[in-house]
């Protein structure tokens, strides 16, 4: 429950424009032919997308019928049990990451700017609080001042970085990470990877090499490979994600910056388009801003449903 007040809270002093907007919808009045309108336009503003948006109208509608609704606050519940239901839908929506395995190897991939160091930094020092041995491999060897920023993170969660030089083959980063953690007797692996999309050939075989790398010392390969995608690009985040998932399948999403979108419709996009879990959502700068996704509290604060209701 506490965690669960945790991400409903932060959700909701995120401020994010649009749960507010869609939330309004819901007053005490009738349901009319322009109440219709207006979500349409909200849900289509959000980025949820004109298909799914479509198809959630279409639902609403039966629902109000089958149910002879006739006011929008009365809707909001149905609205809210059919976003629930679709986001529940993806396997793994809101689940934890799977790092039982030791080591565990958890990968970032995405583009540039899209927050992969820092939510490296984040979940190092979230699994170091839960008492799990972590080290955080510097494989952006593209930019220096990934590999710099990885290190002022490594020492303010007290968690070793592995890295090497600028320019050097991020394949061999990961595998000197390997060594280290099976030396430290470590539990967590987390990888840091460039994401510069001008050179998509050179990238892509650079992260299967990782793949392959890792295949060699874990047969099983990498436990997570997590896109981080900036909740602020929209559907962008769909072009990303179908070009990384070339070079290795995608096993979660983080959406960073959440606090920063006026499109949070992006939620249910992912679910709809991508057939992925959320993991996790960025609703801040502090440490514990980095946020496991929970769907029904995602609904809730959308729908301004209180949790006692």
């Known amino acids: ?10 959700l909701k002093n995120a401020g994010n424009k649009w ?4 939330s309004n919808l819901f007053s005490d009045d009738p349901v009319d032919e322009g109440f219709w309108d207006e979500l349409e336009e909200q849900l289509i503003l959000g980025d949820v997308g004109i298909e799914t948006t479509e198809e959630l109208i279409t639902e609403l509608r039966r629902v109000m019928i089958d149910k002879r609704i006739s006011n929008k606050r009365e809707l909001k519940a149905a609205f809210a049990d059919l976003l629930i239901a679709r986001l529940e839908s993806v396997p793994g929506m809101g689940r934890p990451l799977d790092v039982e395995r030791k080591p565990s190897v958890v990968i970032m991939i995405g583009v540039n700017g899209s927050g992969k160091t820092t939510t490296c930094g984040k979940l190092a020092s ?6 799990k041995k972590v080290i955080m491999a510097a494989a952006d060897t593209f930019r220096a001042a990934a590999i710099e920023q990885l290190k002022a993170w490594g020492e303010r969660a007290g968690v070793r970085v592995i890295a090497q030089k600028q320019d050097s083959d991020p394949a061999a980063v990961v595998y000197d990470s390997l060594l280290a953690a099976k030396a430290a007797d470590a539990d967590v692996i987390l990888v840091d990877t460039a994401g510069r999309l001008h050179t998509k050939s050179n990238l892509m075989e650079e992260l299967s090499k990782v793949t392959r ?4 010392e874990i047969p099983e390969g990498p436990s997570e490979v997590l896109i ?3 909740a602020v690009t929209g559907q962008n985040g769909f072009m990303q994600a179908e070009t990384f998932g070339k070079a290795m399948p995608i096993t979660g999403v983080v959406l960073t910056k959440f606090d920063n979108t006026s499109k949070g419709g992006i ?3 992912i679910a709809e388009r991508l057939k992925t879990p959320i993991r996790y959502v960025g609703l801040g700068e502090g440490i514990d801003d980095l946020q496991l996704f929970e769907p029904r509290a995602f609904v809730e604060t959308l729908l301004d449903i209180k949790h006692d209701e």
């Open 1 to 10: 429950m506490s965690f669960f007040k945790s991400f409903a809270e932060k």
């Open 19 to 22: 749960t507010q907007s869609v």
């Open 126 to 131: 979230q699994f170091k609080a839960e008492g």
């Open 213 to 216: 790398v890792i295949k060699r």
């Open 228 to 230: 981080v995608l900036d």
């Open 267 to 269: 939620v249910i996009a």
